[in-house]
C-alpha cells in the first residue's frame, strides 16, 4: 500500500494543495519582478522559476510536483499571451522541459522514500507492540511463578517422598514415644505442609493434656471445647475450616490434625492457628491426613524392617487396613499382591530373595519362607504400577536364570486394587498352600 503524504506529514488536503498554488505562484511571480528583461532566467546558472516547483515535489512527492510544473508553464505562456512579461526572448521549452524532469525525478524519489519510512514505522509499530505484549507476559509469568512458589512452599516433594520422610524421621528416634519424638513430627509437618503457627499436644482418653510437647510459632494454649477440636473427636480425621464453616469463626484454629493409628486410638493432635495461605488448599490437608496417619501407626508399631514374617503378620494387616482407609477416604491408590512359588526350588527362592532385596521405599512385604509365599502392600500404586513391577521382576528371570516367572512355578495368585471389600483382604492374608 502507498501512503499519502497526508496522512505520513498530517496535512490537510486542502492546505496541501493551498501551499502548491502559493508555490507555484512565487515561482511565477518573483522572477518576473527580480529580472523582466530575463524572466524565464535563460542566461543565468540555474532556472529559479523552476525552484518551487521543485520544492512542491520535495514535500508533496510526484503528483503535486507534477501539477505545480504543470501550472507553472501554463501560467508563463499565459501571462506571455497577454504581453505581460514583456521580452523577446523565446519560451525555452527544452530547458524547462529539463527542470521539470528533475522535479518529477526528486518526486519520485520522495514518494519512494516516504514509503519506506512508513514501512520502518510500521514495523516499528510491530515491534513495540510485541515488546509491550511479552512484558506484559513476562510480568505475568513472573508473578505466577512467584504464586507457584508460595503454593508449594510447604508441598515441595511428592506424597510418596513425604511418607518415606515421616518413617525415616521416626524410625531413627530410640523411643517411639510421643514427647519423645514431638519435634521431629511437628518439623516434618511444617515442612511439607507449610503451617506458621502450631502447637503439637498429647492425647488421653479423649482429651488434650499437659503443655504442648512441641510448638512454632506464637500460639495460644490449648482450648479443648474449640468447635473444630470437638469436630475432630467426634469424626476421628483433620478438620479444616473449610469443612467446618458453620462454626469456624468461633474456632481459633484454621485446622486440627490428630496422630491417628489404624485402630482410631488419638495419640495427639495439632493444633494449627496459622497456615500459609495458598498451601490451604485440598491437596496439602490431604497429604497431612495421610502423614498424621502414618505417624499414628508408627507410634503404635516400630517397623524396623519392611519385609516381615509370618510372626508380624498383625502389624502387615494393618498396614492394608491403613491403605484400604486412604484408598476410600482420599481415593489414594494402592496395590495387593501374593505371589507363589507353587514348586520349592533354589531358582524359585532366588527370586523371592530378590524381590525382598530391591522393595521399593514405601512397600511393606510379610514372607513366609515355609510356604514360599509374599505377600506385598504397595502403597500409591496404580495397576500399570503392578503390571509394570511383575514385568521387570518377569524380565529379570529370565536375564539371570534363563527362564520366565511361569516356568520357574511362580505364580502371581492375587492382584487387588484398593479399596476391596473384609472378605478379600481376608482370603488375601492366608499363607498356607
Excluded: C
Excluded at 516400630?302 to 519385609?307: I, K, Q, T
Aim: glycine residues 6%; proline residues 4%.
Amino acid at each position: 500500500m502507498k501512503p499519502s503524504l497526508r496522512k505520513a506529514r498530517q496535512v490537510p488536503e486542502s492546505q496541501a494543495w493551498l501551499e502548491v498554488l502559493v508555490f507555484t505562484a512565487l515561482a511565477l511571480a518573483i522572477p518576473a519582478w527580480l529580472r523582466p528583461s530575463d524572466p524565464f532566467w535563460q542566461h543565468g546558472d540555474f532556472a529559479w522559476p523552476m525552484l518551487g516547483p521543485l520544492l512542491v515535489a520535495l514535500r508533496y512527492g510526484f503528483a503535486k510536483g507534477l501539477a505545480s510544473v504543470l501550472l507553472l508553464v501554463a501560467g508563463q505562456l499565459l501571462l506571455r499571451r497577454v504581453d505581460a512579461l514583456v521580452t523577446a526572448q523565446d519560451y525555452p521549452f527544452g530547458t524547462m522541459v529539463g527542470y521539470a524532469l528533475v522535479a518529477m525525478v526528486a518526486g519520485e524519489f520522495r514518494d519512494l522514500w516516504e514509503r519506506t519510512n512508513e514501512q520502518q514505522k510500521l514495523q516499528l509499530d510491530y515491534v513495540r507492540d510485541r515488546l509491550d505484549t511479552f512484558t506484559r507476559h513476562y510480568h505475568l509469568l513472573r508473578s505466577s511463578h512467584d504464586r507457584l512458589e508460595q503454593m508449594l512452599a510447604g508441598h515441595a516433594l511428592s506424597l510418596r517422598e513425604s511418607l518415606q520422610a515421616v518413617r525415616s524421621a521416626i524410625g531413627q528416634l530410640q523411643e517411639r514415644r510421643l514427647d519423645k519424638a514431638a519435634r521431629a513430627i511437628l518439623g516434618l509437618f511444617v515442612e511439607y505442609g507449610g503451617l506458621q503457627s502450631v502447637s503439637l499436644y498429647a492425647v488421653e482418653d479423649g482429651d488434650i493434656i499437659g503443655e504442648p510437647l512441641a510448638r512454632v510459632g506464637q500460639t495460644q494454649p490449648a482450648n479443648s471445647k474449640d468447635p473444630m477440636v470437638l469436630a475432630m473427636f467426634e469424626q476421628r480425621e483433620l478438620i479444616s475450616v473449610a469443612q467446618l464453616q458453620s462454626r469456624a469463626e468461633q474456632s481459633q484454629y484454621q485446622i486440627v490434625i490428630p496422630l491417628i493409628d489404624v485402630n482410631d486410638r488419638v495419640y495427639g493432635v495439632l493444633l494449627v492457628e496459622q497456615i500459609q495461605f495458598f498451601t490451604l488448599r485440598e491437596s496439602t490437608l490431604t497429604l497431612m491426613a495421610v502423614m498424621a496417619g502414618h505417624v499414628g501407626d508408627l507410634l503404635r508399631h516400630a517397623l524396623a524392617n519392611p519385609v516381615m514374617g509370618p510372626d508380624e503378620k498383625p502389624y502387615f494387616h494393618a498396614q492394608v487396613l491403613r491403605a484400604q482407609r486412604e484408598a476410600k477416604r482420599y481415593a489414594i491408590p494402592a496395590q495387593l499382591m501374593k505371589i507363589r512359588a507353587t514348586e520349592p526350588s533354589a531358582q524359585a527362592e532366588r527370586v523371592l530373595e530378590h524381590l525382598n532385596a530391591t522393595r521399593r521405599g514405601l512397600d511393606v512385604y510379610l514372607y513366609d519362607a515355609q510356604s514360599l509365599t509374599l505377600l506385598l502392600l504397595m502403597p500409591l500404586a496404580d495397576e500399570l504400577d503392578q503390571a509394570g513391577f511383575i514385568g521387570r521382576i518377569n524380565s529379570w528371570s529370565v536375564e539371570r536364570l534363563g527362564k520366565s516367572l511361569a516356568e520357574l512355578n511362580i505364580q502371581v495368585e492375587e492382584q487387588r486394587s484398593l479399596p476391596v471389600d473384609e472378605e478379600a483382604i481376608n482370603h488375601f492374608m492366608e499363607l498356607g498352600r
